[in-house]
């Protein structure tokens, strides 16, 4: 047990109120104890690419198809959401394994388990234990997909003596933007070993006209698709009593909650609303929706005739607009999108998204509803930003195997 340890578990100890509120499964793999992975095949390295939770694994989409075919490719993720849905996209041509607490016998653990000859985070998740025991090991560490936010700079820039030494032991930085760039060279990461990607959610964005489970998505909730539909995607508290007022008259209203803990709270802030948990069908003439369910949101999505991105109104940091933009269709965020701000700013200076308030947005709604090509030339434009910005992923890849070169070398010549 190491200094850095002892901190962990003084601070678990002191958040255990907080972080006990929620049931967590997989404590086995969470101390790291996994039943270890056969060696790759045919003499090929190993990388391990690791995303926090749905949203960075769901960035993973192309990355992984691109490297199966030189690599043995393994994904891990630390939330149980983010694990069901690597598992759904990559099992069983990549294997899916949960990422282990920091603890630096957890980690070991887990690297004797998988060991990996490179490993990607994506974002950020620099842990210290981690990407120092794989200092140790001789196992090149990347972050890729970089973004180091402004709130999270400042968090880091605060603890620099403590963290710095983590972010100098990465290999490389592949960062979404010039800004990003610049606050992992300013956290230590050598100048020459960042350079700009783009981000690879544009590459995950599905761009397909047809979205299976939209038409029935409706008729079995009563939407009626002849009618106006607004519809809010991963709405937090507050949001969606504020969506209820601002949406113009006779317009429809389809909430889609971030979090199931929070469905009933968004239930009672929309009155009369039809739950799609229920399976009941609203009545003709009904406004007000909910869907309290999970994996149906891209459906609701290619039904709406504007999106408005939740979390983003409040007290939290947003969500991505990427996918609503690929589908074609106008969208809102309010003014909270600091973990999204690469895309958001991407996208405004294209004229491809609405950046509202709480004051202006019934304003906005109602001039998107009632100006159908100014919507159209939004959505337009949307599209074509979405198009425009593909690419990142091949140039991941590339920096992966780059680090993975030393020991496809070493496999090469095993091979001989």
């Given at each position: 047990?190491?200094?850095?340890?002892?901190?962990?578990?003084?601070?678990?100890?002191?958040?255990?109120?907080?972080?006990?509120?929620?049931?967590r499964?997989?404590?086995?793999?969470?101390?790291?104890?996994?039943?270890?992975?056969?060696?790759?095949?045919?003499?090929?390295?190993r990388?391990?690419?690791?995303?926090?939770?749905?949203?960075?694994?769901s960035?993973?989409?192309?990355?992984?198809?691109?490297?199966?075919?030189?690599?043995?490719?393994?994904?891990?993720?630390?939330?149980?959401?983010?694990?069901a849905?690597?598992r759904a996209?990559?099992?069983?041509?990549?294997?899916?394994?949960?990422?282990?607490?920091?603890?630096?016998?957890?980690?070991?653990?887990?690297?004797d388990?998988?060991?990996?000859?490179?490993?990607?985070?994506?974002?950020?998740?620099?842990?210290?234990?981690?990407?120092?025991?794989?200092?140790?090991?001789?196992?090149?560490?990347?972050?890729?997909?970089?973004?180091?936010?402004?709130?999270?700079?400042?968090?880091?820039?605060?603890?620099?003596?403590?963290?710095?030494?983590?972010?100098?032991?990465?290999?490389?930085?592949?960062?979404q933007?010039?800004?990003?760039?610049?606050?992992?060279?300013?956290?230590?990461?050598?100048?020459?070993?960042?350079?700009i990607?783009?981000t690879?959610?544009?590459?995950?964005?599905?761009?397909?006209?047809?979205?299976?489970?939209?038409?029935?998505?409706?008729?079995?909730?009563?939407?009626?698709?002849?009618?106006?539909?607004v519809?809010?995607?991963?709405?937090?508290?507050?949001?969606e009593?504020?969506?209820?007022?601002?949406?113009?008259?006779?317009?429809?209203?389809?909430?889609?909650?971030?979090?199931?803990?929070?469905?009933?709270?968004?239930?009672?802030?929309?009155?009369?609303?039809?739950?799609?948990?229920?399976?009941?069908?609203?009545?003709?003439?009904?406004?007000?929706?909910?869907?309290?369910?999970?994996?149906?949101?891209?459906?609701?999505?290619?039904?709406?005739?504007?999106?408005?991105?939740?979390?983003?109104?409040?007290?939290?940091?947003?969500?991505?607009?990427?996918?609503?933009?690929?589908?074609?269709?106008?969208?809102?965020?309010?003014p909270?999108?600091?973990?999204?701000e690469?895309?958001?700013?991407?996208?405004?200076?294209?004229?491809?998204l609405?950046?509202?308030?709480?004051?202006?947005?019934?304003?906005?709604?109602?001039?998107?509803?009632?100006?159908?090509?100014?919507?159209?030339?939004?959505?337009?434009?949307?599209?074509?930003?979405?198009?425009?910005?593909?690419?990142?992923?091949?140039?991941?890849?590339?920096?992966?195997?780059?680090?993975l070169?030393?020991?496809?070398r070493?496999?090469?010549?095993?091979?001989?």
């Open positions: 047990m190491n200094a850095l340890d002892l901190t962990y578990l003084v601070g678990g100890t002191l958040l255990a109120p907080v972080w006990a509120r929620k049931a499964g997989g404590w086995q793999e969470r101390f790291g104890h996994l039943v270890p992975l056969a060696a790759p095949t045919g003499g090929r390295p990388v391990l690419l690791h995303a926090v939770s749905v949203g960075e694994v960035a993973l989409r192309g990355l992984v198809p691109l490297l199966s075919p030189r690599a043995d490719v393994v994904v891990s993720a630390g939330t149980d959401t983010g694990l849905r690597a996209l990559f099992e069983p041509g990549a294997r899916v394994v949960r990422y282990p607490l920091d603890f630096s016998a957890c980690v070991a653990r887990f690297l388990a998988v060991r990996p000859d490179a490993v990607g985070l994506v974002e950020l998740e620099v842990w210290p234990n981690f990407v120092a025991a794989c200092d140790r090991r001789g196992i090149p560490v990347a972050v890729i997909n970089g973004r180091l936010s402004a709130r999270s700079f400042r968090g880091y820039r605060r603890i620099r003596t403590l963290i710095g030494p983590t972010f100098r032991r990465l290999r490389a930085v592949a960062a933007n010039r800004d990003y760039a610049e606050r992992f060279i300013a956290m230590g990461v050598p100048s020459d070993r960042v350079r990607t783009d690879m959610k544009w590459d995950a964005a599905d761009l397909s006209a047809a979205v299976p489970g939209a038409a029935a998505l409706a008729e079995a909730m009563g939407i009626d698709q002849s009618r106006p539909l519809v809010a995607g991963s709405t937090a508290q507050d949001e009593a504020l969506l209820h007022a601002a949406c113009p008259a006779g317009a429809q209203l389809l909430c889609a909650p971030r979090k199931p803990e929070h469905f009933d709270d968004a239930a009672r802030a929309l009155p009369g609303c039809t739950r799609r948990s229920t399976g009941e069908r609203a009545k003709p003439g009904a406004t007000r929706f909910l869907l309290d369910t999970i994996g149906e949101l891209r459906a609701a999505y290619a039904l709406a005739d504007v999106v408005v991105m939740g979390r983003s109104f409040g007290t939290l940091y947003g969500s991505d607009p990427i996918e609503p933009a690929a589908l074609g269709k106008p969208t809102i965020i309010g909270r999108f600091g973990d999204f690469s895309v958001v700013s991407t996208l405004r200076a294209e004229e491809a609405i950046v509202s308030d709480r004051r202006s947005l019934p304003r906005d709604l109602a001039r998107l509803l009632a100006d159908p090509a100014a919507a159209a030339r939004l959505a337009a434009n949307a599209r074509a930003c979405v198009e425009r910005h593909r690419g990142a992923t091949a140039r991941h890849a590339d920096l992966i195997i780059d680090l070169a030393p020991a496809m070493t496999g090469d010549a095993a091979g001989r």
